[in-house]
């Protein structure tokens, strides 16, 4: 009996020590899980799947837009005229007018060669002229008495006719001398060398007392024409029928650049294409002709030339960045109203300096990401973001070159597996 009582007792404390451990153990899980999911919990607040963050990318608008076709070049500064200056007789410098390397006019006086020797024969055919003259006048007077007494049957016919001889020979001789005296005066003229156009003088070769020759080899001086100023620059022999045609036009505006190509110093037009190509460079020649207010351009200098040679318009551009390449050729991200990617096999045309034209793959309007393409993947979610700094103006004249590019691949029906590894588009040279 006494061991049945004390079975008894014991069993409710057992019981109650139980569900004390159940209550703490729930208290537990309570505050540990709370009822609103834990760090490590898949589902949102109203218990939809949480996806993962969008991707922060940057985008701009495609644009239609007229897009200049430049041709980019090398080239060098060439006078518009230049001259050598020489003497065209002998003589003795007297006087040097000009300073080396200034402006001077056409006309202008450069040198005074001694001109004594020089005004003394144009003196002496001036006087020999004068007295073949007065030879002259007594022989008519002579042939006037002679025909009277012809008239008279007084004189014979024989001395008239050899009187008319002498006035005739005389009239001859006075022609003569006036050529005499021409040349004289011609050679007087040498003896004053002015400059034969309007130019800027090199270094001075004659200092004044040397003798000069007109056989000499050496000139006294060389002058240069800026205004207006030539550069000579080449292009590659593929590209003629495509400047001829833009030369049938009408002008064709040249921009001329520092040969770094960042600074612009001239604009002008192109004047003529060369009529043969240099078979061993494979390019043709042609020339520009600047206005050169300034006077940037200078003989022999080295520039950066870009020539126009079209205008596209209202096509399909597109920022450079936006291109990529892959396996299955060029291609782009576009943004979809849902902010979602979508890749884009893409064909371009022309390609300037920041901007590309596109000619199939995307419209007018699309956004298409340049920037943060490494992170993304078809279908992505992004958070589109404009530009930081303001948008390029589109290129204008002086401002960007397009050149030639290849164009992308036939499009895919597959998009690339991954985002291409550069920016960079092909160009064609």
């Given at each position: 009996m006494v061991y049945r009582q004390t079975s008894v007792w014991r069993r409710p404390i057992w019981l109650a020590t139980v569900f004390v451990l159940l209550v703490i153990a729930a208290v537990v899980v309570w505050r540990v899980i709370p009822s609103g999911g834990g760090a490590g919990s898949t589902t949102a607040g109203n218990g939809k799947p949480k996806g993962p963050a969008?991707?922060?990318?940057?985008?701009?608008?495609?644009?239609?837009?007229?897009?200049?076709?430049?041709?980019?070049?090398?080239?060098?500064v060439q006078p518009y005229d230049t001259v050598t200056v020489r003497s065209r007789v002998d003589g003795q410098v007297v006087k040097v007018a000009f300073r080396q390397g200034e402006m001077v006019k056409e006309g202008d006086l450069l040198v005074q060669i001694d001109p004594r020797p020089y005004q003394a024969a144009l003196e002496q055919a001036q006087a020999k002229k004068a007295q073949d003259e007065a030879n002259l006048a007594n022989a008519r007077l002579d042939l006037q008495r002679y025909q009277v007494l012809a008239e008279r049957d007084a004189g014979?016919?024989?001395?008239?006719?050899?009187?008319q001889a002498t006035v005739n020979q005389l009239i001859a001789q006075i022609k003569g001398d006036q050529a005499t005296i021409d040349n004289a005066q011609t050679q007087l003229d040498y003896s004053s060398i002015k400059s034969p156009l309007t130019g800027m003088t090199g270094f001075r070769l004659v200092d004044p007392g040397n003798i000069v020759h007109a056989a000499d080899t050496t000139g006294i001086v060389s002058i240069v024409k800026l205004q207006p100023i030539s550069v000579v620059f080449t292009a590659p022999e593929e590209q003629l029928q495509q400047i001829n045609k833009a030369l049938?036009?009408?002008?064709?505006?040249?921009?001329?650049?520092?040969?770094?190509?960042?600074k612009t110093l001239a604009q002008?037009?192109?004047?003529?294409?060369?009529?043969?190509?240099?078979?061993?460079?494979?390019?043709i020649q042609m020339k520009a002709t600047f206005e050169n207010k300034d006077n940037a351009l200078w003989p022999g200098l080295s520039v950066s030339t870009r020539l126009l040679v079209n205008t596209q318009k209202n096509v399909v551009v597109v920022p450079n960045e936006a291109v990529q390449h892959g396996p299955n050729g060029l291609?782009?991200?576009?943004?979809?109203p849902d902010n979602k990617v979508v890749v884009r096999n893409i064909k371009t045309g022309d390609e300037g300096d920041r901007r590309t034209v596109v000619t199939q793959g995307v419209n007018a309007g699309e956004r298409v990401v340049v920037a943060g393409?490494?992170?993304?993947?078809?279908?992505?979610?992004?958070d589109p973001r404009q530009p930081s700094n303001t948008p390029a103006a589109p290129e204008s004249s002086g401002q960007a070159s397009a050149?030639?590019?290849?164009?992308g691949a036939d499009v895919e029906t597959d998009p690339p597996a991954t985002s291409a590894a550069g920016n960079t588009s092909q160009k064609a040279n």
């Open positions: 969008p991707i922060p990318v940057t985008v701009q608008t495609v644009e239609k837009a007229d897009f200049p076709v430049y041709l980019d070049g090398l080239g060098t014979s016919r024989q001395q008239l006719d050899t009187q049938a036009g009408g002008d064709v505006p040249v921009v001329a650049l520092s040969s770094d190509g960042l002008g037009h192109l004047a003529l294409v060369n009529n043969q190509i240099d078979q061993a460079s494979g390019t291609y782009a991200f576009v943004v979809g393409q490494y992170r993304l993947t078809p279908n992505a979610l992004v050149k030639k590019s290849t164009n």
